[in-house]
């Protein structure tokens, strides 16, 4: 994979943007959380952090928007230090291949969730991050990590969508009873949920997401940092579960139409990593019938055409 000069890289994103804006077949805000249903699906943005150089912007990059499921790449870096490798006997690391809030598997697999991205491992990650002190302080490590990796305070939590999902929350309810049912939540359910629903209220922009998931592309470190965020080994680790379980169940797909390790969000964000080049991120709040963005999705596959940026191999012009 190469590296790209900058211009070029800009006439890319610009032209994706200018793409994107032309672009009638949009998806369906998410209703479920009634906050994130006021979003406009008219937005459009992109951004790219280079392994080297300033990050590069096009569209509406700057406009924030809940991240949602896209912290859990974030929650997950910090349980992986907190729990070790203690982490994957309460969590699995296979692909479900159901909805990332399916309930089916938990009750067949005894309350140990498939994977850290769908809402169930989530549940578990966050219960992990809150043990043994009270939801604020795990709610403030979460967006402590987010503020130091976009290299931004004014990184927020979007307390309106936090609230949202707390009155809605029902189906995360019901995974995490079941899953403390069967041992494997060790606060009360409510705090555990608490710290979930405020760190899927993070809010960035595509600007800040791609600064922030740049530690990802260069081997747990980042510039201008002077300890690595994670090891390279966890690093590595986090890619791999991007790739095979980030966008749920069609995780498969994107691999194998794009193969950029990603993760998606219910607010229309998706994070990218091409190991070793860039993080990228791509927003649109009109969500394909998987629960990620229609156009962030369609914006990775001109992206991976146009630069040949794929773990596999370039995608060529026929697909
Ligand atoms: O728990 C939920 O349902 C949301 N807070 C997050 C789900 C999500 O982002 C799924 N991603 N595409």
Known sequence: ??????????EILDEIARDMAHQTE?????????????????????????????????????ERFSIQSISKVFTLTLAMERAGRELWSRVGREPSGNRFNSIVQLEQERGVPRNPFI???AIVVADILLEGRAPDAAIGDVLALCRRLAQDETVGIDDAVAESETRTGERNRALAYFMSAEGNLREPVDKTLDVYFHQCAVAMSCRQ???????LCAAGRKRGFADKV????????????????????ASGEFAFQIGIPAKS???????????????????SPGLDTHGSSLLGQAAFRELARRTGWSVFGPVSEDG
């Open 230 to 249: 994670v090891t390279l080994d966890r690093a590595r680790r986090i890619n791999a579960l991007m790739m095979t379980c980030g966008l749920y169940d």
């Open 26 to 62: 949009r998806g369906a805000v998410a209703s479920y959380i009634p906050e994130l249903a006021k979003a406009d699906r008219s937005r459009f943005g992109i951004a790219v952090a280079p392994i080297e150089g300033d990050v590069l912007v096009a569209g509406d990059a700057d």
């Open 1 to 10: 994979m190469t590296e790209m000069r900058t211009e070029v890289l800009q």
């Open 265 to 283: 969000g219910v607010g229309g964000g998706v994070l990218g990593i091409v190991p070793g080049v860039a993080s990228i991120a791509a927003w």
């Open 209 to 215: 997401l791609a600064r922030a998931g740049s530690y």
């Open 119 to 121: 809402n169930a491992g």
